[in-house]
């Protein structure tokens, strides 16, 4: 059986053990616990309960003889209730007592009390009567006889209850204490039987384990000695747990512990003869490579002087490059100005020639102004004419009106003439008199129309008058325009001839600024070519410095490199010495291992 397998069952089997100890130790422990809480609380309940018994009795008592010697109503009705309400608390408390016994005895007792207590209570509700029937004497000795006997029954009953109920507690104790006992017995006699058990696995795991073991530490301190030629017990190898593969793996060892001691003797001599000629050539190499520290030095210096060189050339190829790049700049902007200039010349003789064709066009607008202006005067000459004319008929029909109106004066003398006759006439003369009322208003509306005509020819006239100065007015701003548009058609036709000229002359600049543009550009494309290859030499300078550098760092790693070797050879040496030391001392050592 397998080590493993052993200590698992013996681990098992003590938790096992543990775990039956536990889950019993934990049963009779909440088993205790439960009865002392139950006997606690029934105990407290009790005590408390007679507490109150005896409190609400003797509240009674005390409530009853005030109420019998109270003199005034008030402390009457005070003491009353005082009384009903000790009275309802010994009720309620002998109820919950009811719930608390248990024995035939409690039951008994209980129901002595319940029955001395209903009698008391009838004697107190009968002295209560009294005294609110005003009787105090008869209440004081009824209190003082027969409830005073019924108060020591009702106390001698509640003690004795009591006392019961003490005995009863004290019986559950005494069985939580047998419970208690019995619990602690057993658990005594179940870790007995682990401790015994746990015994006996200790004395197997030991004969199992601890022989086999010992046997082990013995033979690793024979080799531990140097003494391989041991032997392995032959039991040990046959067994097949765990402690017989590791007997089995180490014998496998020894044996391959024999054969490389036996190699490593043979290696040690080899060792020394490699060490002694290892030391001699090291000294040779010491000597060649100082003599390469010495050369690689002067390159070193070499490599520096050309690199201040290369620097010193980089620096001065780069200003070359910086004065260039700002000539450029200087072309540059001197190419962006000659464009914006030429534009804007480009742009001016845009404008004059727009200027031009306006001025043309407003030329042929002031030609057509002034004949516009001499047709409108002409046209404001005929209805100047008109005007007048209308005037003459105007007075052609004032005269018109006059007459009219001197008929209508004449009519209306006729008629009323007519009418004297027509009453002359008296019947006969009727019919003429109507005719001749209607010829009268005829003419006085006749008369009454003239006049308003008459005003409305005199209104036209004034009008005619006005529209008369306003024409005569309108006829000399006329000539007044026409003046003042001679003059603006000279000043154009000169400004139409000087912006002719203007046009001229920004042709030609237009022209030199166009040279002017590709000379600038000519040159700005030579400057860039002259900066392009400056940029390219300041570049490979800049390479060559890069190279240089980079030479001049790994000349200065190659001097370090070769410090790094020469101190490296000067330790190879040393190390050397101490190999062959070394060596000498690992023959000595082996030979301390005995292989048979």
Known sequence: MKIRVKLIIAFMSLMIVGAVV?????????????ANQALLKHQVRNLVLSNTLEASFLSVQVNSRDLVAAETPAERSDFLANVQKSLGAFTQALQSFSQNTVTPEEKQLYEELKTTFSAYNSDVARAL????????KQAESLILGPQKLLAQKIYAAAQKLTESQQQSAQAGSEQTQALTK?????LIVIL??????????????????ALPMKNLVKVAGDVASGELGTHFPEGLSKRSDELGQLGRSMSKMLESLKENVSLALRVSEELGLVSRDLQSNMSQTGAAVNHIVTSVDKVGRFVLDQSASVTETTATSEQIVKNLESLDNLIADQSANVTQSSASIEQMLSNIQSVNTNMKKLGQAFSQLVQFSDEGRKKLDGVLTVIREVANHSEKLQEANSVINSIAAQTNLLAMNAAIEAAHAGDAGKGFSVVADEIRKLAEISSTQSRQIAGDVKTMQAQIQTATGVSS????????????L?????????????MDEQNEGSKQVLVATEQITAITSQVRNNSAEMLVGSRAIHGEMSKLLTVTEEVRQNVGEIQ????????????IEGLSVQNAEAADKLQKRMEVFRLS
């Open 182 to 186: 019995f619990v602690l017995t057993f």
């Open 192 to 209: 007995l039987a682990a401790f015994v058990l746990s015994f006996f696995v200790g004395i197997i795991l030991a004969r199992s384990i």
């Open 486 to 498: 001679d003059i603006l058609g000279r000043l154009e036709h000169e400004i139409t001839s000087a």
């Open 473 to 484: 007015e309108a006829d000399e701003a006329f000539r007044s325009i026409l003046e003042q």
């Open 129 to 136: 009567e009294l005294v609110q029937e005003s009787k105090p």
């Open 22 to 34: 536990g889950v019993i130790g934990l049963w009779g422990v909440l088993q205790v616990a439960q």
């Open 560 to 571: 370090d490199e070769t410090n790094s070797i020469h101190s490296v050879v000067l330790q």
